[in-house]
């Protein structure tokens, strides 16, 4: 049973309507808040606040309560709406959520090292440049969040992680070349693993089917497949099948553009020793 941390977006008048119809159909339906959230995979408090308009309600939520409460197509239709609010940061805390739970997760990233891949000294320097400037107690738990959410690849060895990350990432040298340097060791190390594979995208490849930009996919266990995409100061979260194939279609297309497996650890190994 899911239960959901601290941290939620402030209240908005979207989230109170959501969480109004959310109660009004689980009343009609003659489930207490407990039943339906035994029947969902939430606890009642997560559901309280839903309702209350506090916590944004969770994708998965959404579908399970679709069909505890008579597949109405209310929720449904009311989700989008709130995936249009502003609030990056609100909208990653969901994404986050599912990937505790997924059993793949892909990204395609040509902006800057993964957070997932990122060395301490890596992280630090991106938040130490960040406009509007954070200070040091936000940077320290800007940090530790961060830092906490990396244990994904190594407590979950039967999630499938696979990554495809420009070459121009590296040859930058965000931080210097002692961070670079450290960050391609630890992105080696992280290669090693069973359950990741990371991929070059050379910088000799003209094109590629991901030139619209940044994406990650994922599959949850019971087979629904969700992409997330960020840009500046927004993100789209995106649940529509149409969209999320069109999505994985790209990928795919990708990883047999980018680099093979053993020929991007060897650049790898040739841009560290270059350093």
Not at 75 to 86: D, N, T
Request: charged content about 25%; glycine content about 8%; overall charge negative.
């Amino acid at each position: 049973m899911v239960d959901g941390g601290g941290g939620e977006p402030e209240s908005s008048d979207s989230m109170r309507t959501f969480g109004a119809v959310l109660q009004a159909l689980r009343e009609h339906a003659g489930l207490s808040r407990e039943e339906f959230g035994d029947r969902v995979g939430f606890s009642k408090h997560t559901v309280a606040s839903v309702e209350l308009g506090r916590r944004m309600p969770d994708v998965v939520l959404v579908e399970r309560g679709e069909e505890a409460t008579g597949n109405t197509g209310a929720l449904r239709k009311s989700f989008p709406k709130l995936a249009r609010q502003p609030g990056l940061a609100a909208w990653f805390r969901q994404w986050a959520a599912l990937e505790q739970m997924a059993i793949t997760l892909y990204t395609y990233e040509c902006r800057l090292i993964p957070g997932l891949l990122q060395t301490e000294a890596y992280a630090r320097t991106l938040f130490t440049y960040q406009l509007p400037p954070l200070d040091d107690e936000q940077i320290e738990a800007q940090w530790v969040a961060r830092a906490e959410r990396q244990r994904l690849l190594r407590e979950r060895p039967n999630t499938a992680f696979g990554f495809i990350l420009e070459e121009h990432l590296f040859r930058r040298c965000t931080g210097g070349e002692d961070v670079t340097r450290e960050l391609i060791e630890h992105v080696l190390e992280i290669a090693d693993l069973r359950n990741v594979e990371i991929q070059i995208m050379p910088t000799v490849q003209k094109t590629h089917a991901g030139l619209d930009g940044p994406m990650q996919l994922l599959e949850t266990p019971d087979t629904q497949r969700f992409a997330y995409c960020e840009g500046q100061e927004s993100g789209q979260f995106i649940a529509d099948p149409k969209v999320v194939s069109m999505l994985q279609m790209r990928y795919a297309r990708m990883r047999s553009q980018a680099l093979t497996l053993t020929d991007s650890m060897s650049l790898l190994q040739r841009m560290r020793g270059e350093l």
